[in-house]
């Protein structure tokens, strides 16, 4: 099957300093990444659809300001949470999905600012 | 619209036991739909899929599924439970044509007793 690689798996950051995470999709083109954010114990919640060489598409209440999604070319989308609070501590999902198949995920990136 | 509705937050059972997450969808297209599970701090694995094909759909690890079109379900099954299968499980919901997003049920959590 296919493979999504995200990149890293577990960050610390000091607050107010900006975190880049990296979603790669390995053995096939994503023209639409999509990144999810996971509180404990809850469920997967979208954040923002990343299109290559377009803008994203944030979802309602996310703050496009503070997370910037760059999908610079149909294997790479990136996500930099910018001057990262305690409150943006999280697991962050990307995955990127083929047209008419199931979604393939990223290993997660674990968030901690500190 | 569509949404997925996990009717159970948390289900136990007792190892080789049998195992029945329950899962209803609401879509307005023919939907493709998705059991995916998470085990602690890892990413998330695709369980089985259905996508128009034969109703009753088999996953990895002894797990299978049946799309109910007139009870709008999709419950997840397996006949006996391994220690191995506690973990959290997502029901999940899709359009079937395009890179759309998926989204996603609120997740039950599966305890195996010993």
């Known amino acids: 099957g296919a493979v999504v690689s995200q990149h890293p798996s577990r960050v610390i950051c000091k607050s107010g300093t900006s975190v880049k995470i990296e979603c790669r999709s390995l053995?096939?083109?994503?023209?639409?990444m999509f990144w999810y954010r996971q509180f404990p114990k809850q469920s997967l919640m979208l954040m923002a659809t990343s299109n290559e060489g377009s803008k994203a598409t944030y979802e309602q209440g996310v703050e496009k300001d503070k997370f910037l999604i760059n999908h610079a070319s149909l294997t790479l989308s990136t996500l930099t949470v910018t001057s990262a609070h305690p409150e943006d501590s999280s697991f962050y999902i990307c995955s990127a999905r083929k047209v008419d198949t199931e979604a393939f995920f990223g290993q997660g990136t674990r968030l901690t600012v500190v | 619209a569509q949404s997925v509705t996990q009717l159970d937050s948390h289900v136990s059972v007792s190892e080789g036991t049998p195992v029945l997450l329950r899962c209803n969808y609401s879509?307005?297209?023919?939907?493709?739909l998705f059991w995916y599970v998470q085990h602690p701090n890892k990413g998330l694995q695709l369980l089985l899929k259905y996508t128009s094909a034969a109703t009753l759909v088999k996953g990895i690890n002894g797990f299978e599924a049946e799309f109910k079109k007139s009870e709008t379900s999709f419950h997840l099954t397996k006949p006996s439970a391994h220690m191995s299968d506690a973990a959290e499980y997502f029901c999940v919901v899709s359009v079937r044509s395009g890179n759309t997003p998926l989204v996603f049920g609120k997740g039950t959590r599966l305890s195996v007793i010993a």
């Open positions: 879509s307005s297209y023919s939907p493709s």
């Open positions: 053995d096939f083109q994503a023209t639409t």
